[in-house]
């Protein structure tokens, strides 16, 4: 069965510093997400990507974060100038069409950890 | 704001059935019910969904109550895998809004 690969699984990086985390939705999928999910909280939505644009995105998504689908494949996040409250899991999901009834396809996840 | 209520945790013996509980009052005609459950150290992992009709998958089954106020995800025999984290979501747009969840504890 297809599914949502994310890379790498876990990412340690020193405070202030650029990272981009990166996602391989399913290949025939059309809209893309981003959650993060902070130790022993909710999961949050972050932003949705639909057309090769942001469709929608929460408080949470400030200046400080970017998406992007750089080829056919992969779907990246970026933060700019990470801090120490960026560190929490991050979730990619695909969805097949925007459907109601389309259920999302949730990877993996990375585990970011800000030094 | 998830506006579907879940009790925070449940227990459960395995191959016994298990009745997880939702609440939805403030649901509008065109929502559907997703639900996702979430394995430890895993991301989430979509179970079931429907609109107002019962539905079995190979996963579980969804009771729809008539007035679409509430809902049920049944596992008809728990086993030890299935423990995790149930969420109940309506899903009236595209990003999925998660509450708290039931934490689903299964003994052997």
């Known amino acids: 069965e297809p599914e949502v690969t994310q890379t790498p699984s876990h990412q340690v990086t020193q405070m202030g510093q650029e990272v981009i985390l990166r996602c391989v939705p399913i290949?025939?999928?059309?809209?893309f997400y981003w959650y993060r999910q902070i130790l022993g909280q909710k999961v949050e939505f972050l932003v949705s990507?639909?057309?090769?644009?942001?469709?929608?995105k929460s408080e949470i998504f400030d200046d400080q974060f970017s998406v992007e689908r750089p080829d056919g494949s992969n779907f990246t996040l970026k933060i700019r100038s990470t801090k120490l409250e960026d560190s929490a899991m991050y979730f990619c999901?695909?969805?097949?069409?925007?459907?109601?009834?389309?259920?999302?396809?949730f990877g993996d996840g990375t585990r970011l950890s800000i030094l | 704001d998830a506006k579907t209520t879940q009790p925070n945790s449940m227990e459960s013996n395995e191959e016994e059935p298990v009745h997880l509980p939702c609440n939805h009052s403030?649901?509008?005609?065109?929502?559907?019910i997703h639900w996702y459950r979430q394995l430890p150290s895993q991301g989430p992992e979509y179970v079931i969904h429907?609109?107002?009709s019962n539905v079995n998958n190979r996963m579980a089954s969804l009771a729809i109550a008539e007035d679409r106020k509430s809902s049920t995800l049944i596992l008809h025999r728990a086993t030890l895998r299935d423990a995790a984290v149930y969420y109940c979501?309506?899903?009236?747009?595209?990003?999925?809004?998660f509450g708290k969840g039931t934490t689903l504890s299964v003994s052997s």
């Open positions: 999901a695909s969805k097949l069409d925007s459907g109601s009834n389309q259920p999302q396809h």
């Open positions: 290949s025939n999928h059309l809209y």
């Open positions: 990507f639909y057309n090769n644009e942001i469709s929608e």
């Open positions: 403030t649901i509008s005609g065109t929502d559907y």
């Open positions: 429907g609109l107002t």
């Open positions: 979501i309506r899903i009236p747009a595209s990003a999925l809004i």
